[in-house]
């Protein structure tokens, strides 16, 4: 297979598994995308429902159905012509239940004699592994012996050989390990994790011994000509990003590979990474700002820097104190410094990008410039710490990246952005919620820069790991056209149904409008989780019981209170169909940019998903492929509830690129005139011309498009891929053109095409 044009993401899982995803592949087939693109597929944790905790690198998931179903899934996608996109997790392991990862039970049995010690990252100068999964460290007292098995509840650990024997706890004071009460994680643990997330132990895929054994299974896919590209998870959790794909792209060739490297605004790629590009974060921040105007943008409470850095500064020094804790063991310059420990929170605090890449030859002035700014507070510490953290030869510089990375993701992406709430659908992965809009020009350059640098990388609207789904971001920027509006209609709401923390309430009702109608308990179980990384009125390890039902009694007013369900429907009704334009217009300036588009499983019709688990809920596909086939037969359908209209702009564009690939190799601006030019915007990929809507109210409420409203074109004939509908260029008018929708899509006529 060549590489892919378009790719369709599907959540793989022990309840939809290979064979059920093979099914899809008409479908897809029919609506236009190149290649399928999954969920990890190694095995896992039993009845993992996303296959990031992967228990056994060295074979394909049985609960997806084994090698066996994967050799179905790919005779089915080649009968159809489609190719295969797999996601990787090079990073960690699934360690919640050790009986299930086999390489993990044998540490915990045989201890560092265990011949896959060297898998995974532990610190075992500081003595026994510890496992942090009881109630508190007193509840030692309920573990029990069954046959060669510690228990404690339905926990399972393995008993090292020559150690039975004597009461439960005398046995598990001669084990490798040490079970100890769960809250003794941020501080002590003694094995990497991924972020703060003790049941995924980190994998030491630096060493080659380890990366070769944990990626056999892959190996095994690719040169058996299974799979056509890989997406790396979370590539900064390495300790050599850089060398591992180095060694990746050797294995791979010229098959496509992207990584899931969140790009902060100015920031770009390592130039030393063989990568076709990322995951697509900074894509879909780019391609969400073009539906806001800069000049609309509302007040703050405080400054977006003063929210980022404190709650950066709280992540590194309590979540990460035990990962703290290793690094300054490996600098005895700051044995004896005071505030060595606060002075390492703050430069990670101050770090401007998830983290530098010292090993590569980069990043040394993003940490130069932490510290300078950590050192008016710690002096001492920072003349410490400085030599041995910009050292790339040295073990704690690597870790110290490692650090950086963990603190960003964890103190802005999951607690600034759930406490700084000004306008909630700019709080997203890879998101700059204080850069409000993305101006038409700004967009042309840097479109035209990914034509020219990166034509290959992914274009992302949702993910599974999006704070909400593209409509609910595309809803919520009518928002600010209608913001006195929505203040008023706010406060009202507010004063009648009081929230605890005003920054939360406004993520509560933006929330409510943005997803509205939406079930009940979907609702109140985001609300509660989004409270809970905000740590404000409630967090997830002292869960504040008052609160929450306070919080949950708020979500049942909205549907039982009239004086609340009323207005609130009628609100989210008066801002809809400007959502839908909204949702329309990014929808195909992501399919046809520069750059491989993806479409997230169910997203061609509207979705009003939020952040997981609700994203993974199932997809009724016979519902899509139904309406597509209606499509096919010539249905021009409204802009409505049941999303038809988006299907149909999916499908044909993802067609257009599949079946003329020569219309999408270039990036142009086309010009728009007219009295309302600031509403539209155009461009030309080479043949294929794409015109979308922005700012359908404020285009509303000057009367819409009038006659001197403008497009011009190439001179020639063209067409609607959408509609069908006949153009003739070069000057164009819009209010013609986009009378039945707000998108059009736009290919020049040829002359074999006219003749025919």
């Known amino acids: 297979m060549s590489a892919p044009v378009s790719t369709y993401r599907v959540q793989v899982r022990p309840d939809f598994d290979l064979d059920a995803t093979a099914a899809l592949a008409g479908y897809l087939a029919a609506l236009g995308v190149t290649h399928l693109y999954t969920a990890p597929l190694l095995a896992a944790t039993p009845g993992s429902p996303h296959g990031y905790d992967v228990v056994d690198p060295t074979r394909t998931s049985p609960e997806l159905g084994g090698e066996a179903g994967l050799d179905r899934l790919v005779a089915e996608l080649r009968t159809h ?58 509840a030692v007292a309920d573990l029990r012996v069954e046959g060669d098995e510690l228990r404690y509840w339905e926990h399972r650990y393995p008993i090292a050989p020559g150690t039975a024997g004597g009461t439960p706890q005398q046995v598990h004071a001669r084990q490798h390990y040490r079970l100890v009460g769960w809250r003794r994680a941020d501080t002590e643990l003694t094995y990497r994790r991924f972020f703060a997330v003790n049941d995924l132990a980190g994998v030491r895929v630096e060493d080659p011994d380890v990366r070769d054994a944990t990626h056999a299974e892959i190996l095994r896919w690719l040169r058996g ?335 039982d209170d009239p004086s609340l369900s009323e207005p609130l429907t009628a609100f989210a009704a008066s801002i809809t169909p400007a959502g839908w334009s909204n949702a329309l217009g990014q929808k195909l300036v992501a399919l046809t940019m520069p750059g491989v588009p993806d479409t997230y499983q169910g997203t061609e019709l509207w979705d009003n998903s939020l952040v997981d688990p609700d994203n993974r809920r199932p997809v009724d596909f016979a519902e899509r492929a139904a309406m597509l086939i209606d499509l096919d037969r010539g249905a021009l359908p409204p802009i409505d509830d049941s999303g038809a209209a988006k299907l149909l702009v999916t499908a044909r564009a993802l067609r257009l690129r599949r079946d003329r690939p020569e219309l999408f190799t270039g990036y142009a601006p086309c010009p728009v005139t007219g009295p309302h030019a600031r509403h539209a915007v155009a461009f030309d990929r080479g043949g294929a011309v794409t015109v979308v809507t922005r700012l359908p109210v404020g285009l509303a409420e000057a009367g819409g498009w009038t006659a001197e409203d403008t497009l011009r074109l190439p001179a020639g004939d063209w067409r609607d891929e959408i509609t069908g509908q006949d153009v003739a260029g070069p000057r164009v008018d819009l209010s013609a053109l986009l009378r039945r929708y707000p998108v059009a899509l736009l290919v020049r006529v040829s002359a074999a095409e006219e003749d025919a």
Request: proline content about 8%.
């Open 81 to 138: 012509g489609l190719g295969l996109i797999v996601d990787i997790v090079p990073n960690h392991q699934g360690v919640a239940r050790p009986e299930t990862n086999p390489a993990w039970w044998s540490v915990l049995r045989e201890g560092r004699s265990s011949r896959y010690a060297p898998w995974f990252d532990i610190d075992w100068e500081r003595g026994p592994l510890l496992i942090p999964v009881l109630g508190d460290d007193d």
């Open 225 to 559: 000509g299974l799979v056509d590209g890989l997406r790396v998870d979370h590539p900064d959790g390495l300790r050599d990003p850089g060398g591992y794909l180095r060694w990746l792209r050797a294995e791979l060739g010229d098959r496509w590979l992207v990584v899931e490297k969140i790009l902060e605004p100015g920031e770009a790629l390592p130039p030393s990474w063989p990568v076709d590009g990322t995951t697509g974060y900074d894509a879909l921040r780019l391609v969400g700002g073009l539906f806001l105007d800069p000049e609309q943008a509302p007040e703050a409470r405080v400054p977006l820097d003063e929210a980022v850095l404190s709650a950066k500064r709280e992540t590194a020094g309590r979540m990460f104190a035990t990962e703290a804790t290793r690094l300054l063991r490996q600098i005895p310059e700051a044995a004896d410094v005071p505030d060595a420990s606060d002075a390492l929170a703050e430069v990670a605090a101050w770090m401007p990008v998830y983290r530098s890449y010292l090993e590569d030859g980069t990043g040394a002035d993003q940490v130069r410039a932490a510290l300078a700014e950590a050192a008016p507070r710690y002096p001492d510490a920072v003349a410490a710490l400085a030599p041995m953290l910009l050292n790339p030869g040295r073990d704690v510089a690597m870790r110290f990246q490692q650090y950086t990375g963990a603190v960003m993701a964890k103190g802005v992406e999951d607690t600034a952005f759930y406490r700084w709430n000004r306008f909630v659908a700019l709080n997203e992965v890879g998101g700059a919620p204080d850069e409000f809009g993305v101006d038409p020009g700004t967009f042309h350059l840097d479109a035209a820069m990914r034509c020219a640098e990166h034509p290959r990388g992914m274009i992302a609207l949702s993910t599974h790991d999006t704070k909400r789904g593209e409509d609910v971001r595309a809803r919520l920027a009518v928002l600010a056209e209608v913001w006195p509006r929505w203040r008023a209609a706010f406060t009202t709401w507010t004063t009648h149904r009081p929230v605890a923390d005003p920054d939360l309430a406004d993520l509560v009702w933006q929330t409510a409008v943005g997803t509205w109608p939406i079930e009940r308990d979907r609702l109140r179980d985001y609300l509660v989780k989004a409270a809970r990384e905000a740590g404000v009125v409630t967090t997830w390890t002292d869960p504040d019981q008052r609160a929450e039902d306070a919080l949950g009694a708020t979500v049942d007013a909205m549907y």
